[in-house]
Protein backbone atom coordinates (compact mmCIF):
# COMPACT_ATOMS: atom_id res chain seq x y z
CA UNK A 1 0.00 0.00 0.00
CA UNK A 2 1.46 3.49 -1.22
CA UNK A 3 2.15 5.81 1.53
CA UNK A 4 -0.25 8.50 1.90
CA UNK A 5 1.91 11.63 2.90
CA UNK A 6 1.28 16.10 2.87
CA UNK A 7 3.02 18.47 3.99
CA UNK A 8 1.67 20.99 6.60
CA UNK A 9 2.67 24.41 7.42
CA UNK A 10 0.54 26.82 9.81
CA UNK A 11 1.07 30.86 9.42
CA UNK A 12 0.11 32.14 12.70
CA UNK A 13 0.03 36.12 13.87
CA UNK A 14 -0.28 37.39 17.06
CA UNK A 15 -2.77 40.18 18.06
CA UNK A 16 -3.80 42.29 21.34
CA UNK A 17 -2.18 43.32 24.31
CA UNK A 18 -1.65 40.09 25.80
CA UNK A 19 -0.16 38.57 22.48
CA UNK A 20 -2.92 36.18 21.54
CA UNK A 21 -1.88 33.69 18.66
CA UNK A 22 -4.11 32.92 15.96
CA UNK A 23 -3.78 31.09 12.36
CA UNK A 24 -4.17 32.61 9.46
CA UNK A 25 -3.40 30.31 7.49
CA UNK A 26 -2.95 26.51 6.86
CA UNK A 27 -0.72 24.65 3.68
CA UNK A 28 -1.49 21.66 2.89
CA UNK A 29 0.75 19.86 -0.45
CA UNK A 30 1.03 16.66 -1.83
CA UNK A 31 4.02 16.61 -4.31
CA UNK A 32 1.37 17.76 -7.50
CA UNK A 33 -0.94 19.74 -5.44
CA UNK A 34 -0.83 22.42 -2.99
CA UNK A 35 -3.99 23.90 -1.15
CA UNK A 36 -4.25 26.86 0.78
CA UNK A 37 -6.78 27.74 3.93
CA UNK A 38 -7.49 31.51 4.62
CA UNK A 39 -8.55 31.00 7.93
CA UNK A 40 -8.15 34.58 9.32
CA UNK A 41 -11.73 35.36 9.67
CA UNK A 42 -13.42 31.87 9.40
CA UNK A 43 -11.92 28.58 11.33
CA UNK A 44 -14.61 26.85 10.19
CA UNK A 45 -12.87 26.28 6.97
CA UNK A 46 -10.76 23.75 9.12
CA UNK A 47 -14.15 21.80 9.72
CA UNK A 48 -15.97 22.09 6.31
CA UNK A 49 -12.82 21.64 4.09
CA UNK A 50 -11.89 18.38 6.03
CA UNK A 51 -8.55 19.96 7.39
CA UNK A 52 -9.81 18.71 10.59
CA UNK A 53 -10.38 15.20 9.58
CA UNK A 54 -6.60 15.16 7.49
CA UNK A 55 -4.69 16.49 10.44
CA UNK A 56 -5.95 13.96 12.99
CA UNK A 57 -6.23 10.83 10.76
CA UNK A 58 -3.62 8.17 11.79
CA UNK A 59 -3.82 6.79 7.88
CA UNK A 60 -1.71 10.47 6.60
CA UNK A 61 1.33 11.15 7.27
CA UNK A 62 1.73 15.25 8.04
CA UNK A 63 5.31 15.84 7.51
CA UNK A 64 5.86 19.18 9.29
CA UNK A 65 8.48 21.24 11.02
CA UNK A 66 8.59 21.99 14.78
CA UNK A 67 5.11 20.65 15.38
CA UNK A 68 5.24 21.93 19.41
CA UNK A 69 5.11 25.15 18.06
CA UNK A 70 1.39 24.88 17.00
CA UNK A 71 0.34 21.71 18.88
CA UNK A 72 -1.17 23.31 21.84
CA UNK A 73 -2.69 26.58 19.50
CA UNK A 74 -4.63 23.90 17.60
CA UNK A 75 -5.78 22.15 20.98
CA UNK A 76 -6.57 24.82 22.49
CA UNK A 77 -8.12 27.35 20.29
CA UNK A 78 -9.23 25.25 17.12
CA UNK A 79 -10.07 21.53 19.28
CA UNK A 80 -8.02 19.76 16.65
CA UNK A 81 -5.34 17.02 17.97
CA UNK A 82 -2.79 16.55 15.31
CA UNK A 83 -1.62 13.21 14.95
CA UNK A 84 1.01 10.56 12.75
CA UNK A 85 3.59 13.17 12.14
CA UNK A 86 6.88 13.46 10.61
CA UNK A 87 8.33 16.14 12.48
CA UNK A 88 11.84 17.50 10.98
CA UNK A 89 12.74 19.82 13.93
CA UNK A 90 12.71 16.20 15.78
CA UNK A 91 14.48 14.54 12.40
CA UNK A 92 17.56 16.70 12.86
CA UNK A 93 18.24 16.05 16.28
CA UNK A 94 18.18 12.49 16.18
CA UNK A 95 20.20 13.21 13.18
CA UNK A 96 22.42 15.25 15.43
CA UNK A 97 22.61 12.96 18.20
CA UNK A 98 23.59 10.30 16.14
CA UNK A 99 26.26 11.89 14.77
CA UNK A 100 27.92 14.33 17.19
CA UNK A 101 26.61 12.18 20.49
CA UNK A 102 25.13 15.33 21.29
CA UNK A 103 22.18 14.81 24.27
CA UNK A 104 18.22 15.27 22.75
CA UNK A 105 17.40 17.57 25.50
CA UNK A 106 20.46 19.93 24.63
CA UNK A 107 19.25 20.53 21.14
CA UNK A 108 17.70 23.85 20.26
CA UNK A 109 15.14 24.72 17.68
CA UNK A 110 16.31 25.34 14.22
CA UNK A 111 14.31 27.77 11.87
CA UNK A 112 13.19 26.45 8.75
CA UNK A 113 15.28 28.09 6.33
CA UNK A 114 18.28 26.75 8.39
CA UNK A 115 17.36 23.43 8.01
CA UNK A 116 17.35 23.71 4.34
CA UNK A 117 20.75 25.61 4.58
CA UNK A 118 21.77 22.39 6.66
CA UNK A 119 20.06 19.60 4.10
CA UNK A 120 19.28 20.57 0.98
CA UNK A 121 21.06 23.96 -0.03
CA UNK A 122 20.18 24.31 -3.39
CA UNK A 123 16.60 24.45 -2.61
CA UNK A 124 17.14 28.03 -1.63
CA UNK A 125 18.77 29.08 -4.75
CA UNK A 126 16.33 27.19 -6.99
CA UNK A 127 13.21 28.83 -5.27
CA UNK A 128 11.02 31.55 -6.59
CA UNK A 129 11.23 33.41 -3.09
CA UNK A 130 14.47 35.27 -2.76
CA UNK A 131 16.51 34.95 -0.02
CA UNK A 132 15.74 37.61 1.76
CA UNK A 133 12.02 36.65 1.80
CA UNK A 134 13.02 33.58 3.29
CA UNK A 135 14.51 34.90 6.03
CA UNK A 136 12.47 38.24 6.52
CA UNK A 137 9.22 36.46 6.87
CA UNK A 138 6.34 39.20 5.70
CA UNK A 139 3.27 39.44 8.43
CA UNK A 140 1.37 36.51 7.57
CA UNK A 141 -2.09 38.45 8.60
CA UNK A 142 -1.70 40.57 5.35
CA UNK A 143 -4.45 40.90 2.67
CA UNK A 144 -5.40 40.52 0.13
CA UNK A 145 -3.07 37.97 -0.76
CA UNK A 146 -1.37 38.56 -3.52
CA UNK A 147 0.03 35.70 -6.10
CA UNK A 148 3.58 36.56 -4.77
CA UNK A 149 2.71 36.28 -1.33
CA UNK A 150 1.14 32.88 -2.42
CA UNK A 151 4.86 32.07 -3.31
CA UNK A 152 6.69 32.80 -0.06
CA UNK A 153 2.82 30.92 1.44
CA UNK A 154 3.62 27.78 -0.05
CA UNK A 155 6.92 27.42 0.43
CA UNK A 156 7.65 25.39 3.61
CA UNK A 157 4.85 22.69 2.83
CA UNK A 158 6.22 22.31 -0.69
CA UNK A 159 9.80 21.63 0.12
CA UNK A 160 8.72 19.42 3.25
CA UNK A 161 7.42 17.14 1.01
CA UNK A 162 9.08 16.73 -1.85
CA UNK A 163 12.45 16.91 -0.34
CA UNK A 164 13.16 16.94 3.25
CA UNK A 165 10.66 13.92 4.13
CA UNK A 166 11.71 11.35 1.29
CA UNK A 167 15.99 13.01 2.63
CA UNK A 168 15.66 12.57 5.93
CA UNK A 169 13.71 9.90 6.63
CA UNK A 170 16.18 7.76 4.41
CA UNK A 171 18.90 8.99 6.75
CA UNK A 172 17.27 8.58 9.87
CA UNK A 173 19.18 5.19 11.54
CA UNK A 174 16.83 1.91 12.37
CA UNK A 175 17.82 1.93 15.58
CA UNK A 176 16.43 5.22 16.15
CA UNK A 177 13.45 5.01 14.95
CA UNK A 178 11.49 3.88 17.66
CA UNK A 179 13.32 6.89 19.81
CA UNK A 180 12.13 9.51 16.99
CA UNK A 181 8.55 8.67 16.98
CA UNK A 182 8.94 8.75 20.60
CA UNK A 183 10.17 12.44 20.40
CA UNK A 184 7.56 12.98 17.68
CA UNK A 185 4.72 12.08 19.79
CA UNK A 186 5.83 14.24 22.86
CA UNK A 187 6.05 17.24 20.49
CA UNK A 188 1.94 16.73 19.52
CA UNK A 189 1.27 17.25 23.93
CA UNK A 190 -0.91 20.33 24.30
CA UNK A 191 1.28 22.57 27.17
CA UNK A 192 -0.84 21.84 30.45
CA UNK A 193 0.63 25.42 31.65
CA UNK A 194 -1.52 27.44 29.06
CA UNK A 195 -4.66 27.09 29.82
CA UNK A 196 -7.21 27.84 26.64
CA UNK A 197 -6.91 31.22 25.54
CA UNK A 198 -9.98 33.84 25.85
CA UNK A 199 -12.48 34.24 23.23
CA UNK A 200 -10.76 37.67 21.21
CA UNK A 201 -13.09 39.62 20.33
CA UNK A 202 -12.83 41.99 16.99
CA UNK A 203 -13.64 45.43 16.93
CA UNK A 204 -14.98 46.37 14.11
CA UNK A 205 -11.26 47.55 12.76
CA UNK A 206 -9.01 44.39 13.08
CA UNK A 207 -9.51 41.62 9.92
CA UNK A 208 -9.99 38.92 12.80
CA UNK A 209 -13.18 37.39 13.91
CA UNK A 210 -14.32 36.15 16.92
CA UNK A 211 -12.80 32.40 17.42
CA UNK A 212 -16.38 30.76 18.32
CA UNK A 213 -17.62 28.71 15.09
CA UNK A 214 -21.00 28.95 13.70
CA UNK A 215 -19.96 33.43 13.39
CA UNK A 216 -19.68 33.12 9.82
CA UNK A 217 -20.18 31.60 6.95
CA UNK A 218 -17.13 30.60 4.91
CA UNK A 219 -16.74 32.43 1.47
CA UNK A 220 -15.06 30.96 -1.30
CA UNK A 221 -13.46 32.55 -3.46
CA UNK A 222 -10.31 33.11 -6.00
CA UNK A 223 -7.30 34.33 -4.44
CA UNK A 224 -6.45 36.11 -7.59
CA UNK A 225 -8.68 38.83 -7.78
CA UNK A 226 -8.62 39.50 -4.25
CA UNK A 227 -10.17 43.04 -4.50
CA UNK A 228 -12.65 41.73 -6.11
CA UNK A 229 -16.47 40.63 -4.68
CA UNK A 230 -17.06 37.50 -5.80
CA UNK A 231 -19.98 35.05 -5.48
CA UNK A 232 -18.69 31.47 -3.77
CA UNK A 233 -17.01 29.65 -6.30
CA UNK A 234 -13.56 27.11 -5.92
CA UNK A 235 -11.19 28.82 -8.05
CA UNK A 236 -7.74 27.30 -9.43
CA UNK A 237 -4.47 29.42 -9.06
CA UNK A 238 -0.93 28.29 -9.59
CA UNK A 239 2.55 29.31 -8.03
CA UNK A 240 6.01 28.39 -9.37
CA UNK A 241 8.24 26.69 -6.61
CA UNK A 242 11.88 25.26 -6.95
CA UNK A 243 10.88 22.07 -8.42
CA UNK A 244 11.26 21.59 -12.07
CA UNK A 245 7.52 21.89 -13.44
CA UNK A 246 4.30 24.03 -12.15
CA UNK A 247 2.88 23.05 -8.98
CA UNK A 248 -0.70 23.77 -8.94
CA UNK A 249 -2.14 25.32 -6.22
CA UNK A 250 -5.82 24.62 -5.75
CA UNK A 251 -9.16 25.36 -3.73
CA UNK A 252 -7.31 28.55 -2.40
CA UNK A 253 -10.43 29.24 0.32
CA UNK A 254 -10.86 32.31 2.22
CA UNK A 255 -12.97 34.40 3.81
CA UNK A 256 -13.92 38.45 2.77
Known amino acids: MEERVVGVDFKTVTLGVQGEEFLSLVVLATTMQ ?7 HSDTILLESGVKEILESEK ?6 DAKRVATLLAHRYAINLRKIFDTQVA ?41 KLTHLPSWGLRPITEDFLVTVVEEAHCLVTVLYRMMSTMLPKHLLALFEEKCLKALIPNANRPPPAVFQTNGTTPFRSTRRGVTTPIVNSVVVPNASS ?7 STQTFSTGEINVLNVYYDN
Open 92 to 132: HTILQHEKFGKAVTDMRTMSFVNLRRVYYPQSIMMSDATPR
Open 60 to 65: IIKVIH
Open 34 to 40: IVVFDVV
Open 231 to 237: PRHVSDA
